[in-house]
């Protein structure tokens, strides 16, 4: 494994070697600029055990980092799982769930796509779902979710009840009038997360609308 510096002209390639290195300074910098600021805000006969909490942070990252935290330990990493598939899918399938509900807000289907490929390949587990009637024609679709097949293996069966947030042309005059102004609705970027009272509205009420309809339409089996 080759690890070095290149000059600053040419283009740069890491290492794996030096990718760590850069994870790890950049760790210790913020820690240390953190530690800084606080020390500046408090008395000074605190620091001992400010630099006793800001080692205890930096030893929980460092457990982060290489994945030797569980649940038996003293500290739990909670994570959004955004780091491995977005859905939170995997997870449920690997308690074997029988029924998961997930809602995708994203534009395309890449999240689904990732996540039935890790069930696969990590899990054994085989879903088969349609997704025609939620792909875009023009700027609507046809329907709002899919219903799909979980095979867990030995006669085992589940299923994925898949909602996308998307519009079908029926939905409210509050939510219609919202798209006209915000083409991007309802796959607009996280990024801005001061939502107007006009946008707050226009998802809550497409997701009401999605629930609806969905509850109403008798496909799903409860018993």
Known sequence: MRSGCRPWRNRLELTLGASLLLVFVAMIFILASRLVQ????????????????????????????LAVMDA?????????????????????????????????????????????????????????????????????????????????GRGERGQLIFLKSSLTGDEVEAILEYKRESPTFPQESSSNQFFSEAQFEAYRALGEHIARGILDSGELQWA
Not at 110 to 139: H, K, N, V
């Open 72 to 152: 038996a330990g003293a500290f739990v990493n909670v994570s959004d799982g955004g780091h491995l598939e977005n859905l939170g899918l995997c997870e449920l399938l690997r308690r074997r769930c029988r029924r998961i509900i997930v809602v995708d807000a994203t534009v395309a289907f890449a999240c689904l796509a990732a996540a039935i490929r890790y069930a696969r390949i990590d899990l054994g587990i085989e879903i088969a779902i349609d997704l025609d009637a939620l792909r875009l024609r023009g700027d609507v679709s046809t329907r709002h979710w899919a219903l799909g097949d979980v095979d867990y």
């Open 38 to 65: 606080r020390a500046i805000d408090v008395n000074w006969t605190s620091v001992t055990n400010l630099m006793a909490t800001y080692q205890l942070e930096l030893w929980i990252a460092v457990g982060v980092f």
